[in-house]
Nanobody
Framework: QVQLVESGGGLVQPGGSLRLSCAASGFTPDSLVVGWFRQAPGKEREGVSCINSDDTYYATSVKGRFTISRDHHKNTVDLQMNSLKPEDTAVYYC?????????????????WGQGTQVTVSA
């Protein structure tokens, strides 16, 4: 059974950094891609970043500020978020699925974590 558990959310000031972590279990690292989505109040869920065995992909809004990485031994996927802005405030979800899109979305995501709140505010 696939399980995804996020951690690392919290409150940070604009310009600050946070690191999210997704602990994955129930599948091998090469069998599914893993990525991050976010959803702000009143807005649609958007793909933030995705990682497969060959490459990483980012939404335009976070490119250059966020970095996704994967530890195959631990089967964890981290999202390092730097230069955070108030508009990055959202619930962040880890997701797994068959492939990444060029714009940082997990295409066909069918496994989800419970989400972790990120709030960027002075």
């Amino acid at each position: 059974q696939v399980q995804l558990v996020e951690s690392g959310g919290g409150l940070v000031q604009p310009g600050g950094s946070l690191r999210l972590s997704c602990a994955a279990s129930g599948f091998t690292p090469d069998s599914l891609v893993v990525g991050w989505f976010r959803q702000a109040p009143g807005k649609e869920r958007e793909g933030v970043s995705c990682i497969n065995s060959d490459d990483t992909y980012y939404a335009t809004s976070v490119k250059g500020r966020f970095t996704i990485s994967r530890d195959h031994h631990k089967n964890t996927v981290d999202l390092q978020m730097n230069s955070l802005k108030p508009e990055d405030t959202a619930v962040y979800y880890c997701a797994a699925g068959p492939q990444c899109t060029f714009w940082g979305r997990v295409y066909g995501a069918n496994h989800w974590g419970q989400g972790t709140q990120v709030t960027v505010s002075a």
